[in-house]
Nanobody, 120 residues
Framework: QVQLVESGGGLVQPGGSLRLSCAVV????????MGWYRQTPGKRRELVAT???????TYADFVKGRFTISRDNAKNTVYLDMNGLKPEETAVYSC??????????????WGQGTQVTVSS
């Protein structure tokens, strides 16, 4: 019954900011790597940012300096703070997590995504 639930998407003006959240819901043993991805119709899903258990982060070149990924392990939640949003970044943003459901059962999970629309 493990699920990833994204929230925080919506309509924002060009140059604006949004904070996306992704909460892991259900009984789990531990969460390792987590990440944010985005996808638009006709385009392959692309990596936006990742964060490890001990807070090592990576970013796609096109968001460096504008986006920040973070996590709150006590809340089993990962965040994506997006600044200086551009119209071409309109997409469905999805959360991914590498989870140990039990001490020996490891799987990758995906959220259903949250729509981010950057437009005037």
């Amino acid at each position: 019954q493990v699920q990833l639930v994204e929230s925080g998407g919506g309509l924002v003006q060009p140059g604006g900011s949004l904070r996306l959240s992704c909460a892991v819901v259900g009984t789990i043993f531990d969460i390792y790597n987590m990440g944010w991805y985005r996808q638009t119709p006709g385009k392959r899903r692309e990596l936006v940012a990742t964060i490890t258990k001990d807070n090592r982060t990576t970013y796609a070149d096109f968001v460096k300096g504008r986006f920040t990924i973070s996590r709150d392990n006590a809340k089993n939640t990962v965040y994506l703070d997006m600044n200086g949003l551009k119209p071409e970044e309109t997409a469905v943003y999805s959360c991914n997590a590498d989870i140990f459901k039990t001490w020996r059962e490891r799987n990758t999970y995906w959220g259903q995504g949250t729509q981010v629309t950057v437009s005037s």
